[in-house]
């Protein structure tokens, strides 16, 4: 992608969504951390349906902890992996209560120490709860970026890095959830919606899809 197409482009997706965010449901930090931490190779709908008899219950470090692990297990059971998630979580609650006090660090350093986090993770709960200029990069970021020409690279890092570099500072803080969006439900992995695609025009991939 050109330079010069990098502001229309994200121009373009701020006035289609001008407060974008993320569709996981949370209503405190540590909501947002272990819901994104549930998340991996997991759907927000079925993160969000697990989550909405989970957190009613215990949603604090400590509430968690109190939950046992096979109490935990049983609200999350219909998550992928969610044994491994449910022993990540409870081994990050443990931390948080020990060394933070139950309140969820505020550097990447602190969140990346936490069973289960990585840097994602991190990224996710520093922009979303944290308002930090940082990029999560999934899939559907990993996909754009590369089918796009915006920020091509061979691994999610390098896409990371090309992302934080190419993006305007003024759109910085909420392109992740754009670019998420726009992957999500346009620029999908089997045959991407160009024909629907609002930014279309700037892009690098060819040939444009048309519509069936």
Known sequence: ????SIAPFFATLKAANPMPNTELEYTSVFELLAAVLLSAQATDVGVNKA???LFPVANTPQAILDLGLEGLEGYIKTIG???????????ACRMLVD???GEVPRTREALEALPGVGRKTANV????????????????????GNRTGLAPGKNPYEVEMGLMKRIPPEYLVDAHHWLILH?????IARKPL???CAVAAYCDFRPKTVAP
């Open 99 to 101: 060394l933070h006090g």
């Open 183 to 187: 992957g999500r439900y346009v620029c």
């Open 51 to 53: 989550t909405r008899k």
């Open 1 to 4: 992608m050109k330079k010069e």
């Open 194 to 196: 160009c024909y629907k």
């Open 125 to 144: 709960v520093l922009n979303v709860a944290f308002g930090e200029p940082t990029m999560a990069v999934d899939t559907h970021i990993f996909r754009v």
């Open 81 to 91: 992996l969610y044994r491994s998630k449910a022993r990540h979580l409870m081994e």
